[in-house]
């Protein structure tokens, strides 16, 4: 699978920003990440830490349920999902190691996709495969990787392994790596930077199957917490149950982003109620 520019070589964008904020400039699109080879963590290191910082992220009042939710209510019909592919998460080991921010957040893609590969087997009734893709992963983060149950592959494999029995995750990835994994068959559900988050300048540039999901899927925000960086201008797209359903541009549900504060207590009674009947299917002009 070609591209334009050398796919090889790329890393996860950290954009930072309310939600929705288009994108106009290629500047968080320049810094290239090479693995890391000296002074690593022993990987029994890195999955302690990670089902720490899962279990924290677990706990939140808003992101995790609701993902959960979302998935039960908007994926029922994707029965025949049989692999989940991820790229570039990045290093679970900076090599700073104090770049806290950027740690929270690798980790907490990597749990918000295992928890929607848990809940797709709840749909599915199967086992569905996972396979990670990043060029920055270290020796010690494929080990990590593969303890926790998941397949590592070399670039472009998991690229080219997107088709419409896929979950597709990939956050703050370059505009040509969503077309290249996109290139062929839709997948059944992509999480990634919507086509609306970007800036006019790119509309037409390495970008056209983005364009396409979204001109033919539904859609929402990804549920996260205010100044929660990991998920920001990040979209669920999803396959519609019929072709009728995925017709119009903009069509889909579009699932209002509640954002709450860290540390706010789960709303209930009337909120709950109100905030559940968000997840119900809206359509827009």
């Known amino acids: 699978m070609s591209s334009s520019q050398d796919s090889s070589d790329w890393t996860r964008v950290v954009r930072k920003g309310r939600k929705n904020r288009r994108i106009n400039t290629e500047s968080h699109s320049l810094t290239h990440a090479k693995p890391q080879t000296e002074g690593l963590r022993a990987p029994e290191d890195l999955e302690k830490d990670y089902k720490e910082h899962r279990e924290r992220w677990e706990e939140e009042a808003y992101s995790c349920p609701r993902l959960r939710e979302l998935v039960t209510a908007k994926a029922s019909h994707l ?11 990045g290093t679970f080991d900076p ?9 929270r957040s690798t980790f907490a893609q990597l749990a918000a996709f295992e928890i929607m590969v848990e809940e797709l087997e709840k749909i599915t009734g199967g086992k569905i495969e996972t396979f990670f893709q990043d ?10 990787l593969e303890n926790i149950g998941h397949t590592v592959l070399d670039d472009p494999k998991g690229t080219q392994m997107v088709d419409e029995k896929t979950l597709f995750f990939g956050v703050h990835l ?12 839709l997948p059944a559900l992509f999480v990634g930077t919507g086509w609306e988050d970007w800036g006019d300048i790119f509309a037409d540039k390495h970008i056209e199957n983005v364009e396409r999901i979204h001109k033919s899927y539904e859609r929402c925000d990804f549920p996260r917490q205010r100044m929660d960086c990991a998920f920001s201008t990040t979209s669920i797209y999803w396959k519609p149950k019929s072709e009728e359903e995925g017709e119009a541009k903009g069509k889909g549900v579009v699932v209002e982003e ?3 504060e860290d540390g706010e207590e789960k709303k209930d009674g009337d909120e709950e109620e109100e905030l559940a009947k968000k997840l119900e299917a809206t359509n827009i002009n």
């Open 174 to 185: 370059y505009r040509p790596v969503y077309n290249d994994a996109l290139e062929g068959e």
């Open 258 to 260: 509640v954002e709450i």
């Open 95 to 103: 090599n700073d190691g104090l770049n806290l921010d950027g740690k």
């Open 135 to 144: 060029p920055a992963f270290s020796a010690a983060d494929k080990t990590f």
């Open 79 to 89: 029965t025949e999902i049989d692999k989940a592919v991820h790229l570039g998460v």
